[in-house]
Structures are given as C-alpha cells and as structure tokens.
C-alpha cells in the first residue's frame, strides 16, 4: 500500500520568514496530493492541493510542487502570520481525490512572533 | 461547501460498553465514505472504508468485528465501537469525498471529529 514520509516533524520560523514542508510517497499510482492544517482537537482543514497534471500550484501565500518523477511534493508558506501556527498534514490518495486518504505523520509548525 | 457532521461530538463510556458514533453528509449523497482514528499528536490512521449498501472495507489490523460499521442510506454511515476498553480512546473522524466548488475534482469533506474516553 501507499507509504507517506514528511518532514520535519517540527519547525520554528520567525515571522515573516517562509516555511516549507516535504513530503515523499511511495505509489506511483497515487495522483492526488493535498496538504491540511489541523488545529488541536479540530477536524483537517484543506489549504492546498495538487493533481498529478500539474507540477506546481499557488493561493496567495501557499503554494504546492510536485515532482512525480522523485514521488516528491512540498508545501510552501511565505510571510509567515502568527494564525499559520498549526499541524500540517500532507496526503495522497488515487482517483483524484475520490479515494481513501493515506496521511504523513504531520508537522508542529510554529511562528514566533 | 459540503458539509459532514459527525454526532456525538464527545463521549464517555465504561470498558466494556459499545459507542456508537454517526456521520452524516448533509447536503449531498456520499455513496462512500471514510472512517478515521487519531491517537493524540497522531496522524489520521484509515480505519476503513464504508459503502452505501454492501459490506465496509478494512484497513489491515482493524478488527472488523470490534468496530462495525453501517452505511444504510446515502447519507449516513455509523461506526459502532463494540466492548470498548481505554485503549479505543481517540479522536475518531469521517469523511466523504464530494467535488469542491473549486474545480471539477472531488475532495474530501471531513466530519468535526468524535472524541471518545473509554474509563
């Protein structure tokens, strides 16, 4: 089955700085990858996410790479606000989204004010 | 966007009782649906896959005959965690995949969670 690693496990920006979070998975079948925030004792929020078409996608100060090639996508957050501090989970899943969810471990990240 | 709602929000029980915990999708019909457990500072660990009118589908390790599961109509699955005992303790969420108004692609909708202690 599919096998998702992310890293790091924790992360401390200050704000204002970027943050980024990685993630690699293990079937090439998968295509859909997005990236949740969950704040404590609260369902996944959806931030971003990507479909094995594209390589690259951008909201604002979130943006999202893929690289199907090396089964390797990455979150990227830049002017890093205070309220981002949450964990982050990344996921992917087969049939564009219409399967099961296999998750990362998550990242603690934390923006010092 | 669609919603799911998941009923208890929160529950207490005695070992050896069984909980029962609902998941609904509230403006859409989810034929599929998925169940979620989160130990604390966990990931979400699949637990099994809920089809509207035939059998759910476990995950490896997940006993099916402890957490059985019941997806009667389109819009309701219900898991029932059966002679709990203070290790099913966790934050059980479900999901249903729906398209997002965002693009023509489907994503998944999460229910609020149900957080069960089991003393």
């Known amino acids: 089955g599919e096998n998702v690693e992310q890293h790091p496990s924790t992360l401390s920006v200050q704000e204002g700085d970027s943050a980024v979070i990685k993630c690699t998975y293990s079937?090439?079948?998968?295509?859909?990858f997005p990236w949740y925030k969950q704040e404590l004792g609260k369902r996944p929020q959806l931030i971003i996410d990507?479909?094995?078409?594209?390589g690259e996608k951008k909201d604002q100060r979130i943006a999202v790479t893929l690289n199907k090639t090396a089964k390797h996508f990455s979150l990227h957050i830049t002017e890093t606000q205070p309220e981002d501090s949450a964990v982050y989970f990344c996921?992917?899943?087969?049939?564009?989204?219409?399967?099961?969810?296999?998750f990362g471990t998550g990242t603690r990240l934390t923006i010092i004010p | 966007g669609a919603v799911v709602s998941q009923h208890p929000s929160w529950v207490i029980c005695k070992s050896g009782t069984s909980v029962k915990i609902e998941c609904r999708s509230l403006?859409?019909?989810?034929?599929?649906m998925f169940w979620y457990r989160q130990f604390p500072k966990q990931s979400l660990m699949l637990m099994a896959t809920?089809?509207?009118?035939?059998?759910?589908?476990?995950e490896q390790g997940v006993e099916k005959d402890k957490f059985l599961i019941n997806h009667a109509s389109l819009t309701l699955s219900t898991l029932t965690v059966t002679s709990a005992h203070p290790e099913d303790s966790s934050f059980y969420i479900c999901?249903?995949?729906?398209?997002?108004?965002?693009?023509?692609?489907?994503?998944?909708?999460f229910g609020p969670g149900t957080r069960l202690t089991v003393l």
């Open positions: 999901s249903a995949p729906k398209a997002s108004g965002r693009s023509s692609y489907n994503e998944q909708f």
């Open positions: 079937d090439s079948a998968s295509n859909y």
């Open positions: 990507i479909r094995s078409n594209v």
């Open positions: 996921a992917a899943s087969k049939s564009f989204g219409n399967e099961k969810l296999t």
């Open positions: 403006d859409f019909q989810a034929t599929t």
């Open positions: 809920s089809n509207e009118g035939s059998k759910a589908t476990y």
